[in-house]
């Protein structure tokens, strides 16, 4: 059973920049055609897909966050990271990554983490 | 970019009831779209993909149909632990989910 964990502070200052790890285990993060997501979602309000990282390291990014959007992938500790660059209050949420094991869909979720941004 | 509608955004319904929730995309997107159930608290459950496949796992009330640009996602009879929110999905973009309450 995939199992994902989230991880990384849960304040951050206006315009610093979020820092999130999803470790990954019950499987490994460089086999298999997945894509590793990160997605978040305001309080109260939908999900925003942020991004994706193949296990080669190509990625694929909103372009609505434009260049702010850092997704990294560290095979030998099986997890990936996010980094969100210059961040305002807008970007508090949750956030969460997840598998995509191709076709687009999302199958494993993390149990989510509380960003909060604010001084 | 292509845009998701669902509706409604929320309904009221009792144990037993038949529901059916709604996603419109802008334009065509053939079968390319999930359905998720999200509780509080939680993140969100994959339980139809490709329109119309069942994931491992979720209760056959569930089922999902469409194609092109219109979707649904039914509950042939609501069940108490079905009270949650359900979003579409298609590709890199969410419909804006559907709060299905107890009345």
């Known amino acids: 059973q995939v199992q994902l964990q989230e991880s990384g502070p849960g304040l951050v200052k206006p315009s610093q920049t979020l820092s999130l790890t999803c470790a990954v285990s019950?499987?490994?993060?460089?086999?298999?055609?997945?894509?590793w997501n990160w997605i978040r979602q305001p309080a109260g309000k939908g999900l925003e897909w942020i991004g994706r990282?193949?296990?080669?390291?190509?990625?694929n990014n909103n372009p609505s966050l434009k260049s702010r959007v850092t997704i990294s992938v560290d095979t030998s500790k099986n997890q990936f990271s996010l980094k969100l660059s210059s961040v305002t209050a807008a970007d508090t949420a949750v956030y969460y990554c997840?598998?995509?094991?191709?076709?687009?869909?999302?199958?494993?979720w993390g149990q989510g983490t509380l960003v909060t941004v604010s001084s | 970019d292509i845009q998701m509608t669902q509706s409604p955004s929320s309904l009221s319904a009792s144990v037993g009831d038949r529901v059916t929730i709604t996603c419109r995309a802008s334009?065509?997107?053939?079968?390319?779209l999930n359905w998720y159930q999200q509780k509080p608290g939680k993140a969100p459950k994959l339980l139809i993909y490709?329109?119309?496949s069942l994931q491992s796992g979720v209760p056959s009330r569930f089922s999902g149909s469409g194609s092109g640009t219109d979707f649904t996602l039914t509950i042939s009879s609501l069940q108490p632990e079905d009270f949650a929110t359900y979003f579409c999905?298609?590709?890199?973009?969410f419909g804006g989910g559907t709060k299905v309450e107890i009345k």
């Open positions: 997840a598998r995509d094991p191709g076709g687009r869909l999302l199958d494993y």
């Open positions: 019950g499987g490994s993060i460089s086999s298999g055609d997945y894509y």
């Open positions: 990282i193949y296990s080669s390291g190509s990625t």
């Open positions: 334009q065509s997107i053939s079968n390319y």
């Open positions: 490709a329109a119309s």
């Open positions: 999905q298609q590709s890199f973009t």
